[in-house]
């Protein structure tokens, strides 16, 4: 299984581009991206076609329909893009601006005044901010900080599950640590009762993914409220929100005003979804300043800034119309597969995120095999997510979608 997934991530790397071809097309992107063709052209071509072998996703060589990663299909935002090619020649500098760091205190409101650019983080009186390699990196260092200044955490099964690997691999290297897990409900979402019950004078992390990763389910925002009212304040809650714009009721509430007034929440958001840069890797935190300051010591810090990527980001964070037409194009595909799905005989919980949590009923791994040897990848439910039945599919283009579709009607018949 491992090796057929490998195989197909070869695949992507073998299209070598010589210099002269990738500067070229940078220039010609460049160009078009100005006229405003850059977009409409690629999202043209992505739309074309519906067997595997007629689709040319963004970013995948042709044929390859690339539903495994939660990507964005859409691509990068043009301002992220535009914003490298302007920086393309400061590659060979360490980042020292204070470029991304400015433009989320200015998006999020945020009540710190002086941000360094010797620093990878930021912090006020009140509030503060933690840039990282993804929000992957912020994960690491927050299970760490768990691990090691308390010894336990509690994330729900299924779930992204970075915090209990870390667990799992601390344990078994012989530290004293334990990663707790509590199954979902029936309708996808975290049992907070039940995680509830399960903390302890030991509890340094509980974290809640809201919409969650891999059900797309997403929890009605008092109910956090109240499970953080009963929480006991040595336990950091941790809101790993970085699904949040797909979530289509407009009058959904986040949690980033309530990382802001809490000294025990921290809210996570990050480049790699809505704003199509996952390649580019920036994520971050905002909470208060004592949860940065505890968190700071176990980040790789300052030169995990990557000069071109600080640009990209900074130019995304308000490019509302690529968030725009990201969602249109997400939320149109989530309406089609849950359709086709069902039609199909799987059944599919309704979806918050630019994915589907699809249960066939039965075993899904011969599926999810023959699916990724027709070159459309998908994950299985079985291992870590421990949920044998499913698949969970990322929101394609519409022609990757009508192509995954496609392919698994051939397989099922
Ligand atoms: C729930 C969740 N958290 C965090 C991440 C990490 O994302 P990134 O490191 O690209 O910010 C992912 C990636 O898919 C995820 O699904």
């Not at 044929?63 to 590659?91: C, Y």
């Not at 390649?279 to 935190?285: D, I, K």
């Not at 980040?299 to 900074?314: C, D, F, K, Q």
């Amino acid at each position: 299984m491992t090796s057929a997934y490998e195989e197909l991530l070869w695949a992507s790397e073998d299209e070598p581009v010589s210099r002269r071809t990738f500067l070229s097309g940078a220039l010609l992107g460049g160009a078009g991206l100005l006229a405003g063709l850059h977009s409409k052209e690629a999202v043209a071509n992505a739309l074309a076609g519906r067997r595997p072998s007629q689709v040319q996703g963004i970013g995948v060589p042709k044929g390859l329909v690339r539903l495994a990663f939660n990507e964005n299909p859409v691509g990068a935002s043009p301002k992220a893009i535009e914003a490298v090619m302007a920086h393309q020649d400061w590659m060979n500098r360490y980042d020292y601006t204070t470029t991304l760091q400015k433009a989320l205190i200015r998006f999020h409101k945020l009540d710190i005044p002086r941000p360094s650019g010797f620093d990878f983080k930021a912090v006020g009186d009140q509030h503060g901010l933690i840039l990282g390699v993804g929000t992957t990196e912020l994960l690491q260092l927050l299970a760490l900080e768990a691990f090691m200044g308390h010894g336990e955490t509690i994330e729900a099964l299924p779930s992204y599950g970075q915090i209990t690997r870390v667990g799992d691999e601390l344990r078994e290297a012989g530290y004293p640590v334990l990663a707790r897990r509590v199954p979902v409900t029936p309708d996808g979402n975290h049992d907070l009762e039940a995680m509830r019950q399960l903390i302890t004078d030991r509890t340094g992390l509980i974290i809640i993914c809201n919409p969650h990763n891999p059900t797309g389910s997403l929890l009605p925002h008092q109910d956090v409220i109240d499970f953080i009212d009963q929480v006991p304040p040595h336990v950091l809650v941790t809101v790993d929100e970085i699904y949040i714009h797909f979530v289509r009721d407009p009058a959904y509430q986040d949690f980033m005003e309530l990382a802001k007034e809490r000294e025990n929440v921290l809210v996570l958001r990050t480049f790699s979804k809505a704003h199509g840069l996952g390649g580019m890797r920036v994520g971050y935190g905002v909470g208060h300043h004592k949860i940065i300051k505890r968190l700071a010591p176990f980040s790789m810090g300052l030169l995990g800034r990557n000069n071109l990527s600080v640009h990209a980001a900074a130019a995304a964070v308000d490019d509302t119309d690529h968030i725009q037409r990201s969602q249109q194009v997400v939320w149109e595909g989530n309406d089609y597969l849950s359709k086709e799905l069902q039609k199909l005989g799987a059944s599919v919980l309704p979806s918050h995120a630019n994915f589907l949590w699809v249960d066939f009923g039965r075993e899904t791994r011969r599926i999810v095999r023959e699916l990724w040897t027709k070159k459309v990848m998908v994950r299985a439910g079985a291992g870590a997510w421990e949920s044998p039945n499913h698949i969970r599919v990322s929101t394609g283009s519409k022609a990757e979608n009508e192509a995954f579709i496609w392919t698994l009607d051939q397989i099922l018949a």
